[in-house]
């Protein structure tokens, strides 16, 4: 294989990397990613969103490649399905979490499957709430299965939980911390032993047929540097983790700044 062999997939995360602080896909980065996948490349996005808040994403994008979700925990083909692998952790072990949120009355996101379940709030009515969500009256209520993956935002939470999790179920679930754009922490994702994006993106590039030579990847927080070990390029937004920063082969303009425009152009991506 030629030492540099062009780019044939470029793996993208959306909070901090794609979309900007205000939320909304920086518009330049969305075009020039439209035009990648027009161009023969696999515009991959890697997210700890679930499937329901991406596929609008994926159809404005015009992306049609696989798509990595809750943090890996899921891979689905296409933003349409089959599901192409899902990992999970015992239901016993959501149960337990969700005992000790509902006794400081915590919120927690339970996703299981294509569902993700919210604590209710005051004055919210229990039931579904939009495609794919429901809202329960407690967190042990969503416990139905075994778990993809829970998510902690509140921050009163997010220390006990860990703690519960890494001393009584750290060879069965692994902890996720996510930052903010200021690098202070926003939140907690527990998921299943051994999944990660980079495992995630592993699996993809075998469906693919992709060599990890052909890969650049782009992202901003903790949970996307293991995508770093599959991919020949490893760009940071400027607005990332310090770490993500230190461990990047390049690092971009921040996701205000239309930071992916400047990589796909640097490392041509784009003819």
């Not at 809750?70 to 969700?98: H, K, W």
């Not at 005992?99 to 919120?107: G, I, N, T, V």
């Not at 425009?261 to 640097?266: E, H, N, Q, S």
Request: charged share 20%.
């Amino acid at each position: 294989m030629e030492d540099n062999p062009r780019i044939r997939l470029v793996a993208v995360d959306l909070d901090g990397t794609l979309l900007t602080s205000k939320g909304v896909m920086a518009f330049e980065s969305a075009r020039s990613l439209k035009i990648a996948a027009h161009s023969d490349v696999h515009v991959i996005l890697a997210t700890g969103r679930m499937i329901y808040s991406v596929r609008d994403l994926c159809a404005s994008l015009e992306i049609v490649s696989p798509v990595i979700c809750t943090d890996g925990a899921q891979v689905y083909e296409s933003i349409n399905g089959p599901i192409m692998t899902s990992f999970s952790f015992p239901r016993e072990i959501g149960l337990e979490i969700a005992k000790l949120a509902d006794d400081h009355a915590w919120e927690l996101s339970t996703t299981i499957g294509a569902v993700t379940y919210w604590r209710q709030r005051p004055g919210q009515a229990l039931g579904p709430l939009l495609p794919g969500r429901v809202v329960v009256a407690n967190n042990s209520d969503a416990i139905t299965d075994d778990l993809n993956r829970i998510l902690v935002t509140n921050l009163e939470a997010v220390k006990d939980i860990q703690t519960l999790c890494e001393s009584k179920f750290s060879e069965q679930c692994r902890i996720e911390i996510y930052h903010n754009l200021d690098g202070q922490i926003d939140g907690l994702g527990i998921v299943p032993f051994g999944v990660t994006k980079g495992n995630a993106l592993d699996s993809v590039l075998h469906y693919l047929g992709i060599d990890q030579s052909e890969v650049m990847v782009i992202g901003d927080d903790l949970n996307d540097m293991p995508m770093f070990h599959h991919a020949r390029i490893s760009v940071a937004m400027s607005n990332a983790h310090e770490e993500v920063k230190r461990r990047a082969t390049a690092i971009a303009p921040s996701n205000d700044e239309e930071g992916i425009v400047w990589a796909l152009t640097k490392f041509r991506v784009l003819s």
